[in-house]
């Protein structure tokens, strides 16, 4: 079949030269504002986007055609955009492709450049995706992209699995980085409503005076500015999820009017009259204390109950155990691709330390310190310093005095360490033979996933045979 190309411009003569000179290639399809181009990439799933950033009711900014950009990603983070921009607007191409797209063109366009940026866009997408389904089908570690062996995890896998089957209100939990739109994004794509929209707003990202007028949208002339009806994010998610991420966020006015639409399944706009029916299945999530809030009087109780009908916490990730090192590898292998730098490895001492560091910002500080390490990095190995991260004790130099003194306690850490690697190999060797060699069922009596259960054996010096 021939890659999906979707054409995002309000100017239908550029819309129709694009479309003819790329369709002998591929299937195209086209849209001309922010709604139909969402409906339209749920529907066909395109290998590549072309967008003009100029789209109505803004198109002499481009307020709506980012606004386009960050829906697209919303819907698939590994979408290729490119952005069709005039030759005086190559400062806002630059900051669409800071905010995700994949490259910029000008106009007026040069339909051969098109054409190779096109291919080149469908060939990485391609090996992106087969990437993924190599990974999916040789990761028993992964669910719905997200990666975790450790007991907390599962605890939520389950949890996705059997919410995924409903229609009722889950509330996440957990600390800022913890992957709870992640966890949002599995819930929809196993639930009876994935071929519907996916809707995110973060509430604490959108200003109080416009937060309800995104959610339930407005009328034409509601307000200064008002100068077309707008359909808000509940009713775009009709049939489909509405995700509102940081929902502890939300304005105690704004907290009434979703409560009335959680038990009654009707909306109004904004300056609007009529009632309007919306099914739309709500998801929420937070890492602040709703029960504190609660009693600070900064929530509603009855809105909290009506939301946490099922609650699904995710763990931090220092509370993860071996999780931390299967994501490091996992995301400094990704980060090694992307950059070209295949064949990175961690050295020992930056193993150790990733597992000393407390990770206050969780899974996405650990995304973000290894992928700033695969670009400064200037050796093969990764090390604490590449991570920013400090040595453990126990790795210090030759010069340094703790170093040169056992009377300081790094002997004694160092036969600490080899009692404890003696420990750990009697205990591997021993459930590998008390299962006659099953390495599934000695690392489920170990407590470990199986692809940390072979790196001890690795490190301990145990063959596979």
Same mark, same amino acid.
């Given at each position: 079949m021939k890659p999906k190309v979707l054409i995002i411009d309000d100017d239908e003569e550029i819309r129709t030269q694009m479309k003819w000179a790329v369709a002998n290639d591929h299937q195209v399809s086209v849209a001309a504002d922010r709604r139909s181009a969402l409906e339209a990439f749920r529907k066909q799933r395109p290998e590549v986007v072309l967008l003009d950033l100029g789209l109505p009711p803004?198109?002499?900014?481009?307020?709506?055609?980012?606004?386009? #950009?960050? +829906?697209?990603?919303?819907?698939?983070?590994?979408? %290729?955009? &490119?952005?069709?921009?005039?030759? !005086?607007?190559?400062?806002?191409?630059?900051?669409?492709?800071?905010?995700?797209?994949?490259?910029?063109?000008?106009?007026?366009?040069?339909?051969?450049?098109?054409?190779?940026?096109?291919?080149?866009?469908?060939?990485?997408?391609?090996?992106?995706?087969?990437?993924?389904r190599v990974q999916d089908g040789e990761r028993?570690?992964?669910?719905?992209?997200? #990666?975790? +062996?450790?007991?907390?995890?599962?605890?939520?896998? %389950?949890? &996705?699995?059997?919410?995924?089957? !409903?229609?009722?209100?889950?509330?996440?939990?957990?600390?800022s980085g913890t992957g709870k739109e992640m966890v949002a994004n599995a819930i929809h794509r196993r639930s009876a409503f994935k071929a519907k929209p996916f809707m995110a707003i973060n509430c604490n990202a959108i200003p109080e005076t416009l937060i309800e007028s995104e959610l339930f949208g407005y009328e034409k002339g509601a307000f200064t500015g008002a100068n077309t009806q707008r359909v808000g994010l509940i009713e775009t998610a009709a049939g489909g999820t509405l995700f509102l991420d940081e929902i502890g966020d939300l304005p105690p006015p704004v907290q009434v009017k979703l409560l009335r639409f959680l038990q009654e399944k009707r909306i109004q706009r904004v300056g609007g009259r009529?009632?309007?029916?919306?099914?739309?299945?709500?998801?929420a999530a937070t890492h602040v204390d709703l029960t504190k809030a609660i009693e600070a009087g900064r929530f509603r109780e009855d809105l909290f109950y009506r939301l946490a009908v099922v609650i699904c916490k995710l763990p931090p990730l220092r509370e993860r155990g071996d999780d931390i090192i299967l994501l490091a590898k996992d995301f400094l292998k990704c980060f090694g691709t992307q950059n070209g730098r295949d064949g990175l490895?961690?050295?020992?001492?930056?193993?150790?330390?990733?597992?000393?560091?407390?990770?206050?910002?969780?899974?996405?500080?650990?995304?973000?310190?290894?992928?700033?390490?695969?670009?400064?990095a200037d050796d093969r190995k990764i090390t604490e310093a590449d991570l920013e991260l400090e040595?453990?004790?126990?790795?210090?130099?030759?010069?340094?005095?703790?170093?040169?003194?056992?009377?300081?306690?790094?002997?004694?850490?160092?036969?600490?360490?080899?009692?404890?690697?003696?420990?750990?190999?009697?205990?591997?060797?021993?459930?590998?033979?008390?299962?006659?060699?099953?390495?599934?069922?000695?690392?489920?009596?170990l407590g470990v996933s199986r692809p940390t259960f072979y790196e001890l054996m690795s490190k301990l010096g145990i063959s596979k045979d």
């Amino acid at each position: 079949m021939k890659p999906k190309v979707l054409i995002i411009d309000d100017d239908e003569e550029i819309r129709t030269q694009m479309k003819w000179a790329v369709a002998n290639d591929h299937q195209v399809s086209v849209a001309a504002d922010r709604r139909s181009a969402l409906e339209a990439f749920r529907k066909q799933r395109p290998e590549v986007v072309l967008l003009d950033l100029g789209l109505p009711p803004s198109p002499n900014d481009t307020s709506e055609g980012m606004a386009t #950009l960050a +829906g697209l990603l919303t819907l698939d983070r590994s979408a %290729k955009i &490119i952005i069709i921009s005039g030759q !005086s607007d190559r400062e806002n191409a630059v900051r669409a492709i800071g905010a995700g797209a994949y490259d910029f063109l000008c106009k007026p366009l040069d339909l051969g450049q098109l054409k190779l940026l096109l291919q080149r866009c469908v060939y990485v997408s391609e090996l992106e995706r087969e990437y993924r389904r190599v990974q999916d089908g040789e990761r028993p570690d992964m669910f719905e992209g997200m #990666l975790g +062996g450790s007991d907390g995890m599962r605890d939520v896998f %389950k949890t &996705i699995n059997k919410v995924a089957k !409903s229609n009722v209100p889950v509330l996440i939990l957990g600390e800022s980085g913890t992957g709870k739109e992640m966890v949002a994004n599995a819930i929809h794509r196993r639930s009876a409503f994935k071929a519907k929209p996916f809707m995110a707003i973060n509430c604490n990202a959108i200003p109080e005076t416009l937060i309800e007028s995104e959610l339930f949208g407005y009328e034409k002339g509601a307000f200064t500015g008002a100068n077309t009806q707008r359909v808000g994010l509940i009713e775009t998610a009709a049939g489909g999820t509405l995700f509102l991420d940081e929902i502890g966020d939300l304005p105690p006015p704004v907290q009434v009017k979703l409560l009335r639409f959680l038990q009654e399944k009707r909306i109004q706009r904004v300056g609007g009259r009529q009632e309007i029916e919306v099914e739309t299945r709500v998801l929420a999530a937070t890492h602040v204390d709703l029960t504190k809030a609660i009693e600070a009087g900064r929530f509603r109780e009855d809105l909290f109950y009506r939301l946490a009908v099922v609650i699904c916490k995710l763990p931090p990730l220092r509370e993860r155990g071996d999780d931390i090192i299967l994501l490091a590898k996992d995301f400094l292998k990704c980060f090694g691709t992307q950059n070209g730098r295949d064949g990175l490895a961690f050295s020992p001492q930056a193993l150790e330390a990733i597992l000393r560091h407390p990770w206050t910002g969780n899974v996405r500080e650990l995304q973000n310190r290894i992928q700033r390490a695969v670009i400064m990095a200037d050796d093969r190995k990764i090390t604490e310093a590449d991570l920013e991260l400090e040595a453990p004790a126990h790795s210090a130099g030759p010069g340094d005095s703790n170093a040169a003194n056992p009377a300081n306690g790094t002997a004694a850490a160092h036969d600490l360490k080899t009692a404890r690697e003696h420990l750990e190999r009697e205990m591997v060797l021993k459930a590998i033979e008390r299962h006659d060699g099953n390495i599934s069922a000695a690392a489920k009596e170990l407590g470990v996933s199986r692809p940390t259960f072979y790196e001890l054996m690795s490190k301990l010096g145990i063959s596979k045979d």
